[in-house]
């Protein structure tokens, strides 16, 4: 089991790695934008990443490739809130082919998606950290070679529990 506490670690077996949380924590989130990291258990559902930047990356996961025109919906209007998407999109979004790195790896967790709940918050992801380990929007960053040799390690019965 993946262990993600508020001190802003991350701890697998003998791995201790440093994250990034959402700017107000971790906790219940309620609400879309809230900047929580929702607190509980959860699963890796898929891994995305961006071929053009990660040459070598092994996984009992079946990687898929980003592609330009992939995003994730955030807008609770749409029918695809909290699932990927093809872009463009009359709704809001988050791109996932992006100029900067943090979505070059992504893992898609399981929060908010068996029912799906219109505005209970959607695309909690652990991400590439950005520069100084900067706040997340409610998702766990971590360090490039970090997330990679994480995702060389698990499978889909590694569950991620997130303590506030």
């Not at 990687?63 to 749409?78: E, P, T």
């Not at 918050?121 to 652990?126: D, K, M, P, V």
């Not at 960053?141 to 970090?146: D, E, G, Q, T």
Request: proline share 2%; charged share 30%.
């Amino acid at each position: 089991m993946i262990i993600i506490n508020k001190s802003g670690y991350l701890k697998y077996k003998k791995l201790r790695f440093k994250c990034a949380l959402g700017k107000s924590g971790i906790g219940i989130k309620k609400v879309e934008g809230d900047n929580i990291t929702p607190e509980g258990t959860f699963k890796v559902l898929k891994i995305y990443y961006r071929k053009d930047r990660i040459k070598k990356i092994s996984s009992t996961f079946k990687l898929i490739a980003i592609k330009k025109n992939m995003g994730w919906c955030n807008d609770s209007r749409s029918k695809k809130y909290n699932q990927l998407i093809k872009l463009p999109s009359k709704f809001t979004y988050e791109r996932l082919h992006r100029k900067d790195n943090m979505y070059d790896v992504v893992l898609v967790l399981n929060f908010n998606m068996q029912p799906i709940k219109k505005k209970a918050g959607s695309a909690i992801f652990i991400h590439i950290a950005g520069k100084k380990f900067k706040y997340t929007e409610g998702c766990v960053a971590l360090k490039k070679n970090h997330l990679i040799k994480l995702i060389s390690v698990i499978s889909n019965k590694t569950k991620i529990k997130i303590l506030s």
